[in-house]
């Protein structure tokens, strides 16, 4: 490709909306624009490194023995409302109607149509197992779409799912979609890390994994252990104190009776924890939280976070919220940051490290009152011990005993999931088994954020003067930057080096343009192109120089030498 013609425009500002160094690269290098909040064009440029992952992702969804096939993004109302999502869904869903005031939904996922699909197409066990896939733009109105592809309202997705005649069935199926996504990260140069995940509001029995490239601006905490194989998202990591007992102040004195003290206006942790000069670790908090519209109390220590989903998951429950300060004061009788377990009518569920303690400061259910001393299983009685809470950094891991909790952020590139007979079951989706017997199906699906890994990688792998694209994915593997466009022996050497480079199949961008060397050399640090030849006044003696992207290192080399060296290395991708 010449780029004189090439349609790209590289910015010199960062532009003033794009927080992320991803989308900032992206727009200044000319690989994407934006048409409205989280919608995007991609450019030639960026459309070049959007196929090769999805011929990456393609290539491993074959091979594991998925079929391709492509589902309309428009869905009629009905399969959603057939499936019990489409007032689950909320807002996300975006939702319209045709000339006969039908209703339509543009697809956020694709279970309804796939399940609706096989449902028909597919009677007995003769036909199964079956995985089928898809790469496709998906529409989800986010609340918050931002950092350029990181959450955008249109992106591509890749989705498959998987429909098997057993339980054992899905765990290969399950087994071998994980193995494909360990190897497309893989392939597209990414440092990821697979972590185990809370199964969600999709619903489902069985386990599922989230796909995590690490960085700094992930909007996920990913939680793993110093010694073991352990990982985990925050939403699911078992949480276990490190000496399980509590670091009790030394000036603690363990009288039998708790005592109640005058705390005048001390509502949050850090102010009774600095009042009564205790870690927040000594301090017992209560937290009254509605769970399927019943008040209950939940305890957790001072320098620890309710987990919400442990909590719903644990109690069996569909809906979990914090209760307003109108209920809370209604239950607890005290305005909040006043609540304790002693004497509560409502059940009492504390966190494992909270029953650990030996005693803690709690709330009285009085305004401007603690209590000091309050010693769970003496003071008051727990209806439910149980993790309850996020893990923190330096827990114990739950997995091995041995090691220690580390946490890092993460952006979620990929998911897979064991969803069973969820929407089989709803969907009607049944085959007839060896014994002449009706069966749902049982199903498994398999998400990547195709565009999202676009942004993932430039994420991860950029410097101050440009993205640095791995190799497999990048949109030419080498660019040629003839310095002087106007003298012969470098225009003759720099067309030369591009036809023998492509007849070896390999993709070259050649800087064409009747530009200084300064711009054309900020350009190319710009897009990011694995490999770079200068052709400037050495090109007499048949010289180039030779710079990779990653290091800028410059070294002179003979031209075959340099084209040697390219091939080697490409070939070792
Ligand atoms: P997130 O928690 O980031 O919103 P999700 O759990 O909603 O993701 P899934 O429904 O599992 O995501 O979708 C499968 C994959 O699609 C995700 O792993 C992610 O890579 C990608 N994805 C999801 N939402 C977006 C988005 N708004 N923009 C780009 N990619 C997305
Ligand atoms: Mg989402």
């Not at 996300?92 to 996922?109: M, Q, S, V, Y």
């Not at 796939?114 to 998906?138: A, W």
């Not at 220590?301 to 307003?324: P, S």
Request: aromatic content about 8%; proline content about 4%.
């Amino acid at each position: 490709m010449k780029q004189s013609t090439l349609f790209a425009s590289t910015l010199r500002d960062v532009p003033a909306d794009a927080e992320a160094a991803s989308h900032q690269l992206m727009l200044r290098a000319g690989y994407i624009r934006q048409l409205a909040a989280g919608i995007y064009t991609y450019l030639p440029l960026g459309w070049r490194v959007l196929r090769k992952i999805e011929t990456i992702v393609r290539e491993e969804m074959d091979r594991s023995g998925g079929q391709e096939l492509l589902m309309p993004a428009m869905q009629p109302a009905e399969l959603w409302q057939e499936s019990g999502r489409y007032h689950v869904y909320g807002p996300e869903l975006i939702r319209l109607k045709d000339r006969h005031n039908r209703e339509f939904a543009l697809g956020p996922t694709h279970e309804e149509v796939v399940t609706t699909l096989v449902r028909n197409e597919i009677g007995s066990y003769r036909r199964l197992p079956v995985t089928l896939y898809q790469i496709q733009t998906k529409f989800r109105d986010e609340r918050r779409p931002r950092f350029g592809l990181l959450r955008g309202r249109e992106f591509l997705m890749k989705d498959a799912y998987s429909f098997d005649t057993t339980w054992e069935g899905l765990d290969h199926s399950y087994r071998s979609m994980y193995d494909a996504y360990s190897r497309i990260f893989k392939r597209v140069g990414m440092t990821f890390r697979a972590v185990e995940a809370d199964a969600g509001a999709i619903g489902g029995e069985g386990g599922t994994h989230e796909f995590m490239a690490l960085a700094d601006i992930g909007e996920d905490t990913i939680v793993s252990c110093s010694c073991c194989s352990y990982a985990a998202n925050l939403e699911k990591a078992a949480a276990r104190s490190a000496d399980g007992v509590m670091k009790t102040p030394e000036a603690f004195h363990h009288e039998s009776d708790c005592q109640k003290i005058y705390t005048p206006n001390i509502r949050s942790i850090d102010e009774l924890s600095s009042f009564l000069e205790m870690d927040a670790s000594a301090i017992i908090k209560t937290l009254v939280y509605i769970v399927d519209g019943k008040p209950v109390a939940v305890l957790v220590r001072g320098d620890h976070e309710v987990n919400e989903i442990k909590l719903a998951n644990t109690l069996g429950a569909q809906h979990v919220e914090l209760a307003d300060s109108d209920t809370t004061e209604r239950v607890t009788g005290a305005p909040v940051g006043f609540a304790g377990p002693i004497g509560l009518a409502i059940p009492v569920y504390a966190d494992q490290a909270v029953a650990d303690m030996a005693e803690g400061a709690a709330g009285a259910n009085e305004a401007d009152f603690h209590y000091i001393h309050v010693m769970p299983g003496r003071h008051f009685q727990p209806a439910m011990i149980a993790d309850f809470r996020n893990a923190v950094e330096g827990d114990a891991c739950a997995r091995c005993e041995e090691g220690m909790l580390r946490f890092h952020r993460g952006i979620e590139v990929g998911h897979v999931f064991k969803l069973g007979t969820k929407y089989s079951e709803a969907l009607g989706a049944k085959f007839v088994d060896q014994n002449g017997r009706e069966q749902a199906m049982i199903m498994g699906c398999y998400g990547i954020g195709v565009s999202r890994i676009l942004s993932a990688v430039a994420e991860q792998s950029h410097d101050s003067r440009g993205i640095i694209w791995p190799a497999a994915i990048a949109p030419y593997q080498v660019h040629i930057i003839p310095v002087s466009v106007k003298d012969e022996s470098q225009m003759k050497l720099a067309e030369e080096l591009y036809g023998r480079l492509t007849e070896h199949g390999i993709e070259v961008l050649l800087d064409d343009r009747d530009e200084r060397p300064g711009v054309k050399f900020n350009d190319s640090d710009l897009f990011g192109i694995p490999y770079r030849l200068v052709v400037g006044k050495l090109a007499a003696n048949a010289e180039v120089e030779f710079v990779e992207r990653r290091t800028l290192e410059k070294q002179v080399l003979g031209a075959d030498a340099a084209l040697a060296r390219i091939i080697a290395s490409l070939r070792g991708q």
